[in-house]
Nanobody, 118 residues
């Protein structure tokens, strides 16, 4: 079972990126999913989550109104659309899968680097 995140890169402030997280070995349709990020010297922080059906979404205040999490269970993929990017959004972004038993994120992807230049 693996989560593969992609779509990161270098973008100017105000620009957009879309991250993708593809699951292999396990259907994501049964699981809540989330995106996290970790900037240099900082702890990993939650930024967005989506329920297994896509019916519930929640965001960290720092990205609310700029980022949108979505999912395509047929493609076994979760997305993070990031608009109006700021230099402080620079971080390694990780997708994660939540365990229905513990409600904790227990499966993590390898991360994709997002760098926003000013």
């Amino acid at each position: 079972v693996q989560l593969q995140a992609s779509g990161g890169g270098l973008v100017q402030a105000g620009g957009s990126l879309r991250l993708s997280c593809v699951a292999s070995g396990r259907a994501v349709s049964n699981y809540d999913m989330g995106w996290f990020r970790q900037a240099p010297g900082k702890e990993r922080e939650f930024i967005a989550g989506i329920s297994w059906s896509g019916g519930r979404r929640h965001y960290a205040d720092s990205v609310k109104g700029r980022f949108t999490i979505s999912r395509d269970n047929v493609k076994n993929t979760v997305y993070l659309q990031m608009n109006s990017l700021k230099p402080e959004d620079t971080a390694v972004y990780y997708c994660a899968q939540s365990s229905p038993a513990t409600m904790m994120y227990d499966l993590w992807g390898q991360g994709t680097q997002v760098t926003v230049s000013s």
